[in-house]
């Protein structure tokens, strides 16, 4: 049995209220789930221990700090040995222009989303970083115009 399998309606309703504000009170969070602060906070504090919330995090408005461009790179290594991949994901790691990488099924190996203040800038990060890490035998890169959904997990998963 899953984990979410043995979540009644209050967690899920803790869960999807910390998802769409990690910073709401205990005293305000209790009051939109329908339980006592007390309570609330218990089982709040079951799901952190639990693993199923991991953490806190603030979300940037990268633009805000001048990185206009978000790019998603498409990456194929020339060879999807479990030494090739491990080379690759231990240098991708180390790029501070990297937001997040997945690794990926089907025609491409790795995808990777960078920040990048202009052109010329995802031009630097594409020759010094991306197109040198180990194993790199392809990029493609898809320019985002503008976010329209940005969720840290599906609300669906969280309905019941």
Known sequence: MT???KLDSFDRKILREVVQDARITQMVLAERVGLSPTACTRRLHELEKSGVVRGYT???????????????????LDRQSEDALSAFEREIIKCPDVVSCYLMS???DYL???QARDMADYERI???HLSRMPGVARLHSSFAMRSVVK????LSALSG
């Open 151 to 154: 969720r840290g997990v599906s």
């Open 3 to 5: 984990v979410l399998a």
């Open 126 to 128: 594409h020759k010094q």
């Open 58 to 76: 603030a979300e940037i408005d990268a633009a805000e700090l001048g990185f206009m461009m978000t790019v998603h790179v498409h990456i194929t």
């Open 112 to 114: 990777v989303h960078v």
């Open 106 to 108: 089907g025609n491409d």
